[in-house]
């Protein structure tokens, strides 16, 4: 398996424009994390899907944040409109049920001038 | 939700010494500890993890001890090396959270030759 994917690696947008991050977990795992990493924050969590399904988006910092997983096979982080603070690394992660590891992707560094 | 409190959050050591990270936790009902290392750039990858129903797990150099009677636990890496220098996060899930991690704000471990 090629790990977790993710795309784009970078992005640059304007304020007030939208942003789309896309994930491909690892074939076979039912847990699918979103992170957002700061230097002040460190590794916040976004929102969790398991079997598709969104268990806790209490992290999502506000409505302007959005997150679908329409299969096991992908999901997508959309911002809109995207402000200069939502400038980031985005980490999409996947793990097998359970408690066990988490594999991340190689992330998406947005930036929004 | 869960807490997750790490210290130090810079530490300086020098090759050969160990390195000592701690963390604590806040929900009683976690029961997965894994320790994630992130070099500069990449993404963060398992290094070691422990489940509650043990109190210590050692691989070659790193281990990792927990107490969950005082909600902590600890990575210990000995005979430290210049490629050990990154960031190191210590994380907590259990039956409260899902199956989602909450991640300590990191360590910057640094080790001069």
């Known amino acids: 398996d090629a790990g977790v994917i993710q795309s784009p690696r970078h992005e640059v947008t304007e304020m007030g424009q939208e942003v789309t991050l896309r994930c491909k977990p690892i074939?076979?795992?039912?847990?699918l994390f979103w992170y957002r990493q700061t230097m002040m924050r460190g590794l916040e969590l976004l929102i969790y899907?398991?079997?598709?399904?969104?268990?806790?988006d209490s992290g999502m910092p506000e409505d302007r944040f959005s997150a679908k997983m329409p299969n096991a096979s992908f999901s997508t982080l959309k911002i809109q409109p995207s402000e200069p603070r939502d400038s980031a690394v985005y980490f999409c992660?996947?793990?097998?049920?359970?408690?066990?590891?988490?594999?991340f992707g190689q992330g998406t560094r947005l930036t929004v001038v | 939700g869960e807490n997750v409190e790490q210290h130090p959050s810079t530490l300086s050591v020098q090759e050969g010494d160990s390195a000592v990270i701690k963390c604590t936790y806040s929900d009683s009902a976690s029961n997965y500890f894994p320790w994630y290392k992130q070099e500069l750039g990449k993404r963060p990858q398992l290094i070691i993890d422990?489940?509650?129903?043990?109190g210590e797990k050692k691989d070659q150099r790193i281990a990792v001890t927990l107490n969950k009677t005082a909600k902590h636990f600890s990575l210990h890496i000995t005979e430290t090396q210049p490629e050990d220098s990154a960031v190191y996060f210590c994380a907590a899930s259990g039956t409260n959270s899902g199956y989602a991690l909450n991640f300590g704000k990191g360590t910057s471990l640094l080790v001069t030759p």
């Open positions: 992660a996947s793990s097998s049920q359970g408690y066990t590891e988490a594999f």
């Open positions: 899907f398991n079997n598709n399904v969104p268990i806790d």
């Open positions: 074939s076979g795992h039912n847990s």
């Open positions: 422990i489940r509650s129903n043990v």
